[in-house]
């Protein structure tokens, strides 16, 4: 899936949530930023960033709404110092998923692999990405003889496939919880049901990823363990709609779109048929869920366009910390990794920037104008 096609899918998603207006492309649209640093003013000063989240990896509470009329000139505050990512925070070689560039990951623990993204949906607690311990008498575990995968691949690179797929299996898992935490949050905010059955469906699909990403685990020889029991305490606290919204905006609208594009790489170059499989399911599901992501917010500030403020500054430090993931070089087979559904960091780290700049920034830009268009628009219908 190109980034255009994807772009296009999340603008169409964005038009279709319930009661929404968003703009098109024009000369007068908001700018969000860019990977060159913060948009300027027709002065030449700084501009105030348009992008913008106050909830998730790097803080504990949204910025408070300022004022009843929403902008796309949006003032944010200064971010959190980052925390730099654990070298193992995700490893299949996708995303800097929500908060994988700057939050640090708990409970699966391991000797770091090629790759600190993540292409999944990550369960956030704070600054952490909360995971569930591998154990070997997990009910998740598959028995059975390992089957070797075919084509040439040395002993040191085969043990890291197999710890990266299991390391992506526990992630997978968590995320069955982020979608649940995620359908509670709507049902507490009224949303939707068309809404709250996407979140339902996308849960399921990630027991499903789970599954196959074990079943690739096993493929290269890690197996009879699996994901154990998660740890949930403060993970789920009843959210303000704009603290669900910062949270979704990190986990989802950027997350999960740049896991989509990732895993679309990752398909692409894999010449292994079970991974080839599994790789492609995860894209088409990934993309989905992106979009998902995108209709609830679309949908949230129609309902309160006082939250524009923390939506855009969601936005901007989800973008900061997505671009932050270090390089580092794990001496792996490049040709062998590829061909077996990975990507290296500065793979990983190229096709973030470019989806980023090409998907993420004009669906954030489409967003932002239709607050201020329909803000204006009841304005006039007010005087």
């Known amino acids: ?102 939050a640090t990951a708990s409970g699966a623990g391991g000797e770091a692999i090629p790759n600190p993204f993540t292409i999944r949906r990550p369960l956030l607690v704070g600054t952490s990405l909360r995971v569930a311990p591998v154990t070997p008498d997990s009910e998740w575990r598959l028995d059975g003889e390992a089957t070797l995968p075919s084509g040439r691949v040395d002993e040191h690179t085969r043990d890291l496939l197999g710890r990266a797929w299991l390391k992506d299996a526990v992630e997978e898992h968590a995320s069955v919880a982020a979608f649940a935490r995620f359908t509670l949050g709507m049902l507490t905010h009224g949303a939707p049901p068309d809404l709250v059955a996407a979140a339902q469906r996308a849960a399921l699909d990630e027991v499903r990823h789970t599954r196959d990403c074990l079943k690739l685990a096993a493929h290269y020889g890690t197996h009879s363990t699996g994901p154990g029991p998660l740890d949930l305490t403060d993970a789920l606290e009843v959210p ?76 901007r430090l989800a973008v900061e910390r997505a671009r932050q993931a270090r390089i580092v070089d794990y001496g792996v087979d490049e040709r062998a990794w590829a061909a077996h559904g990975r990507l290296t960091c500065r793979q990983a780290s190229d096709i973030v920037r470019h989806a980023l700049d090409e998907v993420v920034r004009p669906c954030a830009t489409a967003l932002l104008h239709s607050i201020a268009t329909s803000t204006t628009q009841r304005s006039h219908a007010r005087s």
Request: glycine letters at 12%; hydrophobic letters at 40%; one cysteine or more.
């Open 240 to 315: 303000t709609l704009a603290q669900l919204c910062a949270l979704t905006v990190e986990e989802g609208c950027v997350g999960e779109t740049l896991g989509a594009l990732l895993a679309e790489r990752q398909a692409a170059q894999a010449t292994e048929p079970l991974v080839k499989r599994v790789c492609k399911r995860i894209e088409r599901d990934e993309a989905r869920h992106a979009e998902l992501a995108w209709r609830f917010v679309a949908w949230a500030v129609k309902k309160s366009p006082e939250l524009a403020p923390a939506i855009g500054e969601a936005f």
């Open 1 to 102: 899936m190109a980034a255009s096609i994807l772009r296009t899918r999340l603008l169409l998603a964005l038009s279709l949530a319930p009661g929404a207006v968003v703009g098109c492309s024009g000369d007068d649209e908001p700018d969000v930023g860019t990977a060159r640093g913060e948009p300027t003013s027709s002065t030449g000063t700084p501009a105030p960033s348009q992008i913008s989240p106050g909830y998730g990896p790097a803080t504990v509470s949204p910025p408070v709404p300022t004022g009843a009329e929403p902008s796309t000139q949006v003032t944010v505050n200064q971010p959190s110092t980052p925390t730099q990512p654990s070298a193992g925070a995700g490893g299949s070689g996708g995303a800097a998923a929500p908060g994988a560039g700057g």
